[in-house]
Nanobody
Framework: QVQLVESGGGLVQAGGSLRLSCVAS????????MGWFRQAPGKEREFVAV????????YYANSVKGRFTISRDNAKNTVYLQMNSLKPEDTAVYYC??????????????????WGQGTRVTVSS
């Protein structure tokens, strides 16, 4: 089992920044990758960014590329999502997720095994 706890959400004006954190506990050594997803009201959950625990390679959704940065601190079992130049369309509940196996793609929601409870981000115009 892997437990994930997100924090760092809040209300920010357009153009502002927030940093989300996701602390993992439990069998974290078994995780292959950590992803951030988001779900806006009335929409499906969508991929935002992902990082592999080993090697640290990253991948981003086109909508956030150049504005968001995912990073990890292996010693703290923590993954971060630095969000800059926020836009009202970034408003959503943000979730971190752990993918245990190395098979399958990193983008699909259904390929992740454990999820946090989410943290709400609201960007005002």
């Amino acid at each position: 089992q892997v437990q994930l706890v997100e924090s760092g959400g809040g209300l920010v004006q357009a153009g502002g920044s927030l940093r989300l954190s996701c602390v993992a506990s439990g069998r974290t050594f078994s995780s292959y990758a950590m992803g951030w997803f988001r779900q806006a009201p009335g929409k499906e959950r969508e991929f935002v960014a992902v990082i592999r625990w080993s090697g640290g390679s990253t991948y981003y959704a086109n909508s956030v590329k150049g504005r968001f940065t995912i990073s990890r601190d292996n010693a703290k079992n923590t993954v971060y999502l630095q969000m800059n130049s926020l836009k009202p369309e970034d408003t959503a509940v943000y979730y971190c997720a752990a993918k245990i196996g190395g098979l399958g793609g990193l983008l699909p929601v259904n390929n992740y095994d454990y999820w946090g409870q989410g943290t709400r981000v609201t960007v005002s115009s």
